[in-house]
């Protein structure tokens, strides 16, 4: 799928995009052979990345133990990991980053959220609430479904037109800081937005726009690549996420 102005506009307006049907199954082939590996055996990630389990960011303890144990994300196989590093520098996705954004572009961060069989949901929150990219609007997220996203395993929502506010002040739960739930006090937003997608698809979004997703309510992993993307010259504000660059493109 080609870059088109009316991209722009639609992303402009909204803060995401759905484009379905980017990738074919044998650009996604690597990183899915990777991801399962991954799920079976989180020691086979090379040194570096970090394998979060379900068990790290849920506070209901009375799942079963394997429940909690599974592989809910992992983060810098972009940065550590050969077949990760070569698919964020498909040339499909980045012509249709660059036209987001602009031409000169790295990958600020990287990560995955791999929803296993009854796996927890992703409260509502910006990206940039935890970025702090400067300038704001240089942030762009690739959420690249590896798996057909649906209603039932936790698709994709967004708040249309919520990243024109900027970034929200934030509450956190003691028992879940890793969740920045944003604090938006009175303002109408419009009706969110859910975005089932096949497999293959990419759905961008500004880093402040408010989106979360569902509980997996089936079998089967929802597993998706999620490429953080800013221009080359953005820098966070804080100085330790510009020290760990997930990869330099441009
Ligand atoms: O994959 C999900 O369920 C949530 C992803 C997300 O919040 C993000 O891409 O920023």
Redesign the pocket.
């Known amino acids: 799928m080609r870059f088109q102005a009316s991209m722009k506009t639609f992303f402009d307006d909204n803060g995401y995009l759905v484009v379905e049907h980017v990738l074919t199954e044998e650009e996604m082939a690597g990183v899915r052979r990777r991801t399962d590996e991954i799920i079976a055996d989180p020691d086979s990630a090379p040194p570096g990345v970090s394998v979060g389990r379900e068990g790290d960011t849920i506070a209901d303890k009375s799942r079963t133990e394997a429940a909690n144990r599974a592989v809910r994300g992992t983060a810098f196989l972009v940065r550590f990991d050969p077949i990760f590093r070569a698919f964020a520098q498909n040339p499909n996705i980045l012509e249709l980053v660059r036209g987001l954004i602009g031409p000169r572009i790295k990958v600020f961060r990287d990560q995955m ?1 791999l ?1 296993p069989p009854g796996g927890q949901a ?1 409260p509502v ?1 910006q ?1 940039q609430s935890y970025f702090r990219v400067r300038p704001e609007g240089d942030l762009v ?1 690739a ?1 690249i479904a590896l798996d057909p996203a649906t209603e039932e395993n ?1 698709c ?1 929502r967004y708040v249309p037109g919520s990243h024109k506010y900027g970034i929200f002040e934030i509450e956190t739960d003691p028992e879940k800081p890793v969740h920045h739930i944003p604090v938006t006090g009175a303002i109408q937003f419009r009706e969110e937005v859910r975005c089932p997608v096949p497999a293959g698809s990419i759905i961008f ?1 500004h880093g402040c726009t408010l ?3 569902e509980v997996n309510r089936t079998n089967t992993w929802r597993r ?1 690549v ?1 490429l953080h993307y800013t221009t080359a010259s953005a820098r966070s504000d804080h100085a330790s996420l510009n020290a760990e660059v997930s990869l330099e493109i441009d």
């Open positions: 959220l929803k992703k929150h990206d997220t959420w936790g994709m979004h989106h979360s997703s998706a999620i």
